[in-house]
């Protein structure tokens, strides 16, 4: 049973990615990647669901180049 | 190394009995390798009344410097063996660690915070202090023959035993063993002999060991340091050791050169600057790099392994020796018992089975620690550090750091363990080692529970109000009555195991619980101490 949420969850979807991206706005590539790290433990934390975050690694792979 | 260390001990070479004659001498028990884990294996064994032929290829101790870190458990198994108490007189006990980024302290962490143990959560101690207690240890024991300077060759298997052949100073001998225990370390040269394969991976980055006599007031801790302004880049860690020695373990990359890196004035160089203004001796320098693998199976017929000859694991959570010595004892009571009948053969498979359990628990840390410390690439280095920078901020990330996650004893997911009927709270579980909790004897003197059990299998019952004057446990078993034999000092026993009137815990020989019900049932009793010995 999937648990994580991929439905649109901020009322106002535009204003949530403004905030991110003006967290990386002026910021290297390296300063950027090293922010996203730090936020990536945050918001991991916050999740607190080891099956939840296994499926956003998931998804993210899915979508993503590397793999 | 110029400034070597001198404390080095010494043992003779003798002929044995089984060099004379030209007939092959068979005996029930050879042990091969007499470091910590071989020596406790013999001890455990001997003193179970099993005679053990002990063979080492050296003929002294000391000439490296290895484990420092001797945990509460081995303490435990040790004191069971006779030499504990020694061992914890002449270490240095610690339980706080600290972790540092940089030069900022990021937190601390206390191992035993709990009261009413024996044994303390961890004390340092040179390794080499400890083997020469175990052999001080084996040498009262008739029961061991313990063989310097003889080194096995050659190994055959045989349908009931090990066939070896051994090189000594007089030239080589046969020798048989109904059961052979394979202790001779990482460079096993049964497990070679044998063709056995080794998985798991290694690491690249290379550490340089240290250990310096200094007189100097830091602190009885364990100290850690990812990046410190001393050692830039790289992680660091301190420990005290006895004698005013000092070990200090320097992360020093994949490409340092192992060769060079060990030049006193190189070495020098280094440490000056952890240690300025403090004026040190180096004792002892090396270069390691470290390996996190195991045997697919410890247990080939009559050829059993143990310790680093079964398994290895970087020493960030000290988990090399430690698990070694918890090997022995946990297959001493059953290859005592397959040897006089009274356990079925399966047991020595559940040796196989607990023991590998223990391996991949002890793998599986030793090899995140590892990860943590030294990451495999710069994207997982940006991870980490993105850890370490949101530490001093969130307790979350304090969490999440790894500098070793110290040895705790595995809890067997085990056949030999009867599955509770009844509900029990406390932290006593099914397939682990005991809680200790402080008691008080008849005569009115101290104790604690480990230190108390009789080394069989035990059976501690709960009084009740004068109903255990008529019980009588199954053949095989000591009854211990918490109330008449021993009574609840401070009533941690009754909280560490949940303990009611009436309550009843099957012991294992190796201080493990097997069983326990709320109530006394003999038939229950007597199955759960026949699936114990897998008969
Ligand atoms: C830097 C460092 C720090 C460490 N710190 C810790 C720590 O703090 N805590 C901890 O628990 N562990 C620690 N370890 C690991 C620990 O030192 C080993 O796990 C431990 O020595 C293994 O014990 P053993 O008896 O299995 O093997 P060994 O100690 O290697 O003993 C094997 C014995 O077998 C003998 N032998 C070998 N081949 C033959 C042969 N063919 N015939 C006869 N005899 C033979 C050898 O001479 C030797 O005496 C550390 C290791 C290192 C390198």
Redesign the interface.
């Known amino acids: 049973m999937p648990k994580l949420v991929t439905a649109s969850r901020f009322s106002d979807p535009d204003a949530a990615y403004l905030a991110l991206v003006q967290a990386r706005r002026n910021l290297t590539e390296t300063q950027a990647a090293e922010f996203d790290s730090r936020l990536v433990l945050i918001l991991a934390n916050h999740i607190g669901d080891l099956g939840v975050l296994q499926e956003a690694i998931a998804l993210a792979k899915s979508a993503g180049q590397e793999n | 190394m110029s400034e070597a260390r001198k404390t080095i001990y010494r043992y003779d070479y003798r002929r044995s009995r089984d060099q004379k004659g030209a007939a092959v001498a068979r005996r029930p028990v050879v042990v091969v390798g007499a470091g910590p884990v071989g020596l406790t294996a013999a001890i455990d064994l001997a003193q179970r009344g099993v005679p053990v032929v002990l063979l080492d290829d050296a003929d002294r101790i000391g000439e490296g410097s290895r484990g420092i870190c001797w945990s509460k458990r081995t303490l435990e198994i040790l004191d069971r063996l006779g030499v504990g108490e020694r061992l914890v007189r002449r270490g240095v006990t610690w339980k706080v660690g600290k972790v540092f980024s940089g030069d900022e302290l990021l937190f601390s962490f206390d191992l035993l915070p709990e009261a009413g143990h024996k044994m303390p959560a961890f004390i340092n101690l040179q390794q080499y202090y400890l083997e020469k207690a175990l052999v001080d240890r084996a040498l009262e024991f008739e029961l061991i023959d313990l063989r310097w300077k003889n080194r096995v060759v050659s190994v055959d298997q045989l349908n009931d035993g090990a066939r070896l052949t051994v090189e000594t100073p007089d030239g080589p001998y046969r020798l048989d063993a109904n059961w052979l225990i394979a202790a001779d370390g990482a460079r096993s040269t049964i497990r070679g002999l044998l063709g056995l394969e080794f998985s798991g991976v290694t690491f690249e980055d290379k550490f340089l060991i240290a250990d310096v006599h200094m007189a100097a007031d830091f602190p009885t801790e364990r100290r850690f340091w990812f990046a410190p302004s001393f050692h830039s880049g790289q992680s660091a860690l301190m420990h005290r050791q006895p004698d005013d020695v000092w070990r200090i373990d320097l992360q020093l990359g994949p490409d340092a050169d192992a060769r060079a890196e060990q030049e006193p004035d190189r070495v020098r160089a280094r440490l000056d600057k952890v240690l300025k203004p403090h004026v040190y001796e180096l004792e002892w320098v090396s270069i390691y790099t470290f390996n996190c693998r195991r045997l697919d199976r410890f247990v080939h017929g009559r050829v059993i392994f143990v310790g680093d000859a079964a398994h290895q694991v970087s020493p960030f959570g000290a988990r090399g020796a430690n698990s070694g010595i918890q090997d022995s004892e946990n297959l001493a009571w059953k290859l005592a018992a397959v040897l006089n009948g009274e356990g079925g053969a399966a047991l020595i498979e559940s040796y196989d089975l607990e023991r590998i359990q223990a391996a991949d628990e002890n793998i599986g840390h030793s090899t995140r620690s590892t990860d943590f410390m030294s990451p495999h690439s710069g994207a997982e280095r ?2 980490r ?3 370490l ?2 530490a001093p901020k ?1 307790e ?2 304090r969490r ?1 750091i790894n500098s070793g996650r110290l040895s705790l004893p595995k809890v067997y997911d085990t056949p030999l363990s009867t599955p509770d009927e009844d509900v029990f709270a406390g932290t006593a579980k099914l397939g682990a080692p005991l809680p200790d909790a402080p008691l008080i004897r008849r005569d009115g003197t101290e104790t604690h529970l480990v230190e108390s059990l009789s080394g069989g299998f035990e059976l501690i019952y709960v009084g009740d109000a004068g109903r255990e004057a008529r019980l009588c446990a199954p053949h095989g078993i000591k009854l211990t009555v918490v109330g008449e034999d021993l009574q609840d000092r401070e009533g941690l026993f009754a909280s560490r195991f949940d303990a009611t009137p009436g309550t009843a815990y099957l012991v294992r020989p190796d201080q493990h619980l097997c069983a326990r019900w709320r109530g006394f049932n003999a038939a229950a009793i007597a199955r759960a101490h026949m699936r114990a010995l897998q008969r």
């Open positions: 940006r991870l550090d993105a850890v920078a949101l969130a979350f990330a999440m």
